[in-house]
């Protein structure tokens, strides 16, 4: 798990392909790798890779066809900024919200405007996921943590203070820029719990969470 907090950029040096899929070498940059072992998991814009090998600059990491397939990682050229998050620990802050390093598709940037010192990003989300991003939800953009200020149907945008656009690879942003998207996986859950075909003919509820309950207590609009 990851809380959508980078803690450092880095950049994509190689890009070798393996019988369908591909290995990455990344240079981590100013991300303190001392306490890393092969094993560990770190989030590379946004999707759990598992470090397969420690180089003196950085780490290897093997990626399946499953995760190429619902992220940007394949389409990334050499040289390529990386946002970058060890996996928390106990002790960690949260300073963002529980991320899984498991994206769930990829989204495009519309626009870009400034605003004051601060910058709005409007993205698109593909249609299957529009559903669980909510006005001031959270969602995580390349791993990184945000929070929703404006939904329009599939499109919603999000405000970037100068620290956010400084130290992440969404200053490189640009209209039409490709991005890997997590929506909340408390909303993932939610949606799980209230799928009617999962439930018992007859059963008792085993509890009182209902959408009635929910829409009530202004979890539901």
């Not at 993205?123 to 990184?144: F, Q």
Request: charged letters at 20%; aromatic letters at 6%; a negative charge.
């Amino acid at each position: 798990m990851f809380t959508g907090i980078i803690e450092a950029v880095g950049r994509l040096q190689s890009v070798e392909k393996r019988q369908g899929d591909l290995r990455l070498t990344i240079d981590s940059g100013k991300l303190d790798l001392s306490d890393v072992q092969l094993g560990d998991s770190i989030a590379t814009n946004g999707v759990c890779l598992t470090v397969v090998e420690l180089t003196g600059s950085g780490y290897v990491a093997d990626v399946s066809l499953e995760t190429l397939e619902y992220t940007t990682l394949d389409e990334l050229p050499v040289g390529s900024p990386l946002n970058l998050e060890k996996a928390l620990t106990p002790t960690t802050r949260l300073g963002g919200h529980l991320v899984s390093g498991h994206v769930d598709g990829v989204g495009r940037v519309v626009s870009v405007e400034s605003a004051a010192r601060s910058w709005v990003y409007w993205l698109e989300a593909p249609k299957a996921l529009a559903r669980y991003i909510a006005h001031k939800g959270s969602i995580t953009v390349d791993g990184v943590s945000l929070t929703v200020n404006r939904v329009d149907g599939c499109r919603f945008s999000l405000n970037i203070v100068p620290h956010t656009q400084q130290e992440t690879v969404i200053t490189h942003y640009r209209p039409g820029s490709r991005i890997n998207l997590e929506v909340d996986v408390l909303a993932r859950y939610l949606e799980r719990l209230l799928d009617p075909s999962l439930k018992e003919e007859n059963a008792e509820p085993a509890s009182n969470l209902t959408e009635g309950f929910l829409a009530q207590h202004g979890f539901m609009r």
